[in-house]
């Protein structure tokens, strides 16, 4: 069972071991929620979130700054929780380490006792050895490397772990969803944790699986400009299929050049092809016919999944994507463990912490938009059901 690491020599281990990846210095600022002033307020429990709302992965985080901003506002609005209100703010950390390391030490300065966030896999890491060393819980909705919750006792997720979507994604692949499918080239960012922790569980299952893997090839984060030479070696090897486990500015640059190059096979991606449809200057129209696994479809017809869709366009002038789907769902489990725990605002960080990881222990999360009956194993992972999407004139549709 999950417990909270609270002796005081396990807590300096875990500060010690953060030495080499803390930062120094203030805070990199607010850039989104209704946070107010610094401090803390008997009525109000402190919620705060980072990621990155500034460079290239600005897609993921701020769509989680906003659906967490739409489930804060939803639960003030409805009486909040056990009758007190919720204060939130997020800090921008341009999906660097070291800056997400100062934005937690500037949300701490301001009051947060929960920590949602952070976003992405590496700067997640990061922070996890400090909120270990804090007592201090914290929920991801994102960050989905097995290395986030890895001997971290405070730490859940609410996306799937990298592990989970390879062996989900060659499992889908081999299914009755996709027919006459047996050679599949995949491309990935060897220099990138989320990548290589995604490709080596589809490999490994397309084995068990009947996938026959023909071309396997990687770029790092100093070569994902020029796809030709992996796309020539699929086309060449006769893929039908090629899986992506990658992010999507490069999904982007390799639809581009397969296109060019007249290769047109089935893409496949994951999570982090979820923000293709949203980015300057891409022509939606190359992603069409691409596939991801998703926790998350907004074209869903439970009411749930439409309020929300429909306030975040209102809003935002634009779809949620995956990512603040996850964050959305994110709110309502701390507002269902901080029920459940019988929490109150006037509780330290570190004794907040205690007690909803003791819930977490056997919540059970219904009603959520990205999965019915979410629960948490031992280590933090969760368990609910992926769904599949296709891109459809523009849009992303159900496969299910």
Not at 7 to 27: H, K, N, R, W
Not at 93 to 121: F, H, P, R
Not at 243 to 262: D, G, N, R, T
Not at 357 to 375: A, K, N, R
Request: charged share 20%; aromatic share 8%.
């Amino acid at each position: 069972m999950k417990k909270m690491k609270q002796v005081f020599s396990v807590a300096m281990a875990f500060a010690l071991m953060a030495v080499s990846v803390t930062g120094c210095g203030g805070s990199t600022g607010s850039t989104g929620g209704d946070g107010g002033d610094s401090g803390s307020s008997e009525d109000t429990f402190y919620i705060g979130g980072i990621g990155p709302t500034t460079g290239a992965a600005a897609i993921y985080g701020s769509c989680v700054m906003n659906a967490a901003q739409i489930a804060v506002d939803e639960i003030n609005e409805n009486g909040g929780v056990n009758g007190y209100k919720l204060a939130y703010r997020f800090e921008d950390d341009v999906n660097d380490a070291e800056k997400s390391v100062n934005a937690y030490n500037s949300l701490k300065d301001w009051g947060m006792q929960i920590l949602m966030g952070t976003v992405t896999t590496t700067p997640c890491i990061a922070v996890v050895t400090e909120t270990a060393a804090d007592g201090m819980f914290q929920i991801t909705p994102s960050a989905s490397s097995t290395d986030v919750i890895d001997g971290n006792d405070n730490v859940y997720q609410v996306c799937f772990t990298d592990p989970n979507q390879g062996t989900a994604s060659a499992d889908y692949i081999a299914g009755d969803a996709i027919t006459d499918v047996s050679k599949v080239a995949v491309i990935y960012d060897s220099s990138s944790v989320y990548s290589t922790g995604i490709h080596d569980t589809f490999v490994s299952e397309a084995e068990n699986v009947g996938l026959e893997v023909v071309s396997d090839t990687a770029f790092t984060a100093d070569t994902n400009t020029d796809f030709n030479t992996q796309l020539q070696k699929a086309q060449e090897a006769g893929a039908e299929l090629v899986f992506l486990p990658i992010y999507y500015q490069e999904a982007s640059i390799i639809l581009q050049q397969a296109k060019a190059m007249s290769f047109d096979p089935i893409f496949f991606g994951v999570d982090g092809m979820d923000g293709i449809l949203t980015l300057e200057g891409f022509d939606t129209s190359l992603a069409e016919g691409v596939m991801l696994l998703t926790p998350f479809s907004a074209d869903a017809s439970d009411e749930t999944t439409q309020n929300f869709v429909s306030k975040y366009q209102e809003a935002y002038n634009e779809i949620p994507n995956q990512f603040g789907a996850d964050a959305y769902d994110a709110i309502y489990i701390i507002k269902q463990a901080l029920e459940a725990a019988d929490a109150t605002p006037d509780m330290s960080a570190e004794d907040l912490g205690a007690a909803l990881c003791e819930q977490m222990s056997s919540l059970v999360f219904d009603g959520g938009i990205t999965g019915d009956s979410m629960q948490w194993d031992e280590n933090g992972a969760v368990n609910k059901a992926p769904k599949a999407v296709i891109i459809e004139n523009g849009a992303y549709t159900s496969m299910d």
